[in-house]
């Protein structure tokens, strides 16, 4: 390949073998530093005499036409900018994904809370009450069927009332609760992000074999009472005025009792639901 077969190449011919030789590497470089290094080298022959004026003039004006080149190659080749959908604002098109930001760990047991069964009630409605849909199209709320089932399996089977310990494993929550060792991860997830649970990881130093190594065991389970007043994060206006969304609603205490015969601090489904 030589150089009257590359376009954006002087059509000229020069005065000798070198020159020749010289406008072909230009032909053929492929980056605009190159043809610069290769101009650098034939002005360093001219000056020592083995090329002249007139090969000099053609050489440039063969590296310049191969740089205008190489640009049009350059920015027809570039790709274009994702175009937005019509009706969204312009920064949407170009805007980057945000990183997705992973849950902080925290190891050890964690605070453990007792529940008494009143509490494991509140706790249980308030499941209830997150799993109806909130948005149109959708057969589910905040919380899922199967995450509810993780939840009562948690609360009802694993935690214990009196010291507050939570610690059962994965497989051990998907037999009990009946679904997949998988659904257990996302239902966990689903539980934390709508305030019923939190967790800590646990670890274990064991020794196999002679070294000692430190393993990840199973998850330690916190549950949040919705009507204990120390679980409502400071710093709100209104602490008895939260949405269902995030904690159930303290019923009033009054000394007479309810017609309908629901004791005085406890919540009924149908109240919540």
Known sequence: MYRNTIPGTNSHTCTSLLADDIADQIALAGHPAEIDEIVKEAW?????????????????????????????????????PPVAPS??????????????????????????IPLDREAKNRIQVLMRALKHPT???????????????????????????????????????AKAADVNRDTVGEAIK????????????????????GVRKVIRISNSYRFVDPGSKSEIPSGTTNQYGLSLKRRAPVAPRTEI???WGVLDGVFSEEAVT
């Not at 997705?100 to 047991?109: D, Q, T, W």
């Not at 948005?135 to 509810?148: I, N, Q």
């Open 87 to 112: 009706g969204a604002p312009r920064s949407s098109a170009r805007r980057s994904p945000q990183p997705k930001r992973h849950r902080e760990k925290v190891f050890g047991n964690g605070r453990t």
């Open 190 to 209: 689903m539980l934390e992000a709508a305030g019923i649970l939190t967790w800590c990881n646990r670890r274990a130093r064991v020794i196999i074999r």
């Open 135 to 173: 948005e149109p199209g959708k057969h589910y709320g905040a919380v899922t069927a199967k995450a509810e089932e993780v939840g009562k399996a948690l609360l009802w089977i694993f935690h214990n009332a009196k010291s507050g310990l939570c610690i059962p494993s994965y497989d051990t929550i």
């Open 257 to 259: 009792q309810p017609p």
């Open 44 to 80: 360093g022959r001219h000056f020592a005499g083995a090329l002249t004026e007139n090969d000099m003039e053609i050489l440039d004006e063969a590296g310049r036409m191969r740089r205008e080149a190489l640009q049009a190659r350059r920015t027809e080749t570039r790709p274009k």
